[in-house]
């Protein structure tokens, strides 16, 4: 089952980087590719958080200014920003996501009290079948990952929250729905020794809010995979019928 990594660059709409930065003059006449104007400093705060989620670990500023396309000075200058406001830390030279920006995405919900409802389900299902198992939405045509639990593929195929999977995907495939004859069945089509079982993931009212993958090495039953995240999908259903929300913590519980 492969994975689609976004690999653009931050040209285009996310190169503008800082308006007070924009004029080539202020940083050694360097320019970014959308010249004078930019997007605003907001829209380039994103673009370098967006950077730094693409390299996956830590980069520092020329590999910033190289990747978005702007002069060096506008990025260290957001980059300060941004580390001010514990969105990204800095060790040395070099810059990563930081603690705030991990705290903020924790609390978006794709639809109301799904993570939580899965969370249960997800771990029991990579337990009684050792797969690698993933819930999908469906945002910006693709199937970003909401929830994962790594499995026997690693580090073979990797899973990890925001993943993003294509749509022609098993678990694209059951995103889109709906379906008919079970579940979407993946033997090897899109990954040489990978194979899938997906289910759609439906909201007590009927409709489709997630897809449910569960993904194994070549050579496993799928039709007792299916079952098993069959059973899976219903049990985050009864969960988000009974309102699958995370109770709050006591606030003496909470550090200041």
């Not at 006449?29 to 010249?35: A, I």
């Not at 520092?60 to 200058?77: D, F, M, Q, Y």
Request: glycine share 16%; with cysteine; aromatic share 2%.
């Amino acid at each position: 089952m492969d994975t689609h990594m976004d690999t653009g660059t931050c040209t285009g709409t996310e190169a503008g980087v800082d308006r007070a930065g924009a004029a080539g003059a202020r940083d050694g006449g360097e320019r970014g590719p959308r010249g004078r104007g930019g997007r605003g400093v907001l829209e380039g705060a994103f673009a370098l958080l967006d950077a730094l989620r693409r390299n996956g670990d830590e980069a520092g500023v020329t590999e910033l200014a190289l990747a978005c396309g702007v002069p060096k000075g506008s990025v260290h200058r957001l980059l300060d920003q941004l580390v001010g406001v514990g969105a990204v830390e800095r060790t040395g030279n070099r810059y990563r996501v930081g603690p705030q920006l991990y705290r903020l995405g924790q609390a978006w919900e794709p639809h109301p009290g799904l993570r939580p409802a899965a969370r249960l389900p997800l771990q029991r299902l990579r337990a009684a079948t050792g797969a690698s198992v993933v819930l999908v939405v469906m945002r910006e045509e693709t199937a970003l990952t909401v929830g994962s639990v790594p499995g026997d593929l690693e580090p073979l195929l990797p899973v990890r929250d925001g993943l993003a999977f294509r749509l022609d995907t098993a678990a694209g495939k059951a995103l889109r729905g709906p379906l008919r004859g079970g579940a979407v069945l993946d033997r090897e089509d899109v990954m040489e020794g990978v194979c899938c079982a997906s289910l759609p993931v439906r909201a007590p009212d009927g409709r489709t809010v997630a897809a449910l993958a569960a993904m194994v090495p070549a050579g496993r039953r799928l039709d007792a995979l299916a079952h098993a995240v069959a059973g899976a999908g219903a049990a985050i259903t009864r969960a988000l019928a009974g309102g699958g929300r995370r109770r709050p913590l006591p606030p003496t519980v909470l550090a200041p």
